[in-house]
């Protein structure tokens, strides 16, 4: 089956830093993944959409300047969460969909990643 | 614009008995519908999807879910509930429609409790 692993599932940093997540398809090669915010007991929002080798796509009122994405390979997207405030604090998760958008694949999603900014 | 629905925060049943989650969808065009579950503090965990074809999907550890065109749902159902069904469970649907179809719209989640 396929794989998506997310890193680190936890982490703690001090206000004011950046914090970069990693989301990596470990068996298949993603052209497409995806970036979600989870707030307690609620759904999943998209935050960003990031292709390889472009430029990601960011959903309205979504900062790109500070949730910067990077998909530098087919297997490896990372979310950088730069200037970290107790507000950015939430559960992100990544996916990743193999195959083109015209292929009716479903998305594999990583473990999510716990971030917490005090 | 799509849109899922997902009318009940939370179901609760006896193990043994059977479940349903609900789900209505809205897309411009034909759906893709897909059901996820989420266990605490984890990623989602693909169930099953209808893509085209028969409208009774059969899915991971017993799940099926019954496509209605007319009714737009995508219902979720087991015949006999275990308590480690216990989690969230979430609907979710993409157009088929190109350009517009590459995004996964979420429901809101369903909390499922089974008890003994």
């Known amino acids: 089956g396929a794989v998506v692993s997310q890193h680190p599932s936890r982490v703690i940093c001090k206000s004011g830093t950046s914090v970069k997540i990693e989301c990596r398809s470990l068996?298949?090669?993603?052209?497409?993944m995806f970036w979600y915010r989870q707030f307690p007991k609620q759904s999943l929002m998209l935050m960003a959409t990031s292709n390889e080798g472009s430029k990601a796509t960011y959903e309205q009122g979504v900062e790109k300047d500070k949730f910067l994405i990077n998909h530098a390979s087919l297997t490896l997207s990372t979310l950088t969460v730069t200037s970290a405030h107790p507000e950015d604090s939430s559960f992100y998760i990544c996916?990743?969909?193999?195959?083109?958008?015209?292929?009716?694949?479903?998305?594999?999603f990583g473990q999510g990643t716990r971030l917490t900014v005090v | 614009a799509q849109s899922v629905a997902q009318p009940e925060d939370q179901v609760n049943v006896a193990e043994g008995n059977p479940l349903t989650v609900k789900c209505t969808y809205s897309v411009s065009g034909n759906p893709y519908l897909f059901w996820y579950v989420q266990y605490p503090n984890r990623g989602l965990q693909f169930l099953l999807k209808y893509i085209t074809g028969d409208n009774l999907v059969k899915g991971s550890y017993g799940f099926e879910a019954e496509f209605n065109k007319s009714q737009t749902s995508f219902h979720l159902k087991k015949p006999s509930a275990l308590v480690s069904d216990s989690a969230l469970y979430f609907c979710?649907?993409?157009?088929?429609?190109?350009?517009?179809?590459?995004?996964?719209?979420f429901g809101t989640g369903t909390q499922l409790k089974v008890e003994l």
């Open positions: 979710a649907v993409r157009d088929k429609v190109t350009g517009g179809g590459n995004k996964l719209t």
């Open positions: 068996d298949f090669q993603a052209t497409t």
């Open positions: 996916s990743a969909r193999r195959g083109s958008e015209l292929m009716n694949t479903e998305a594999f």
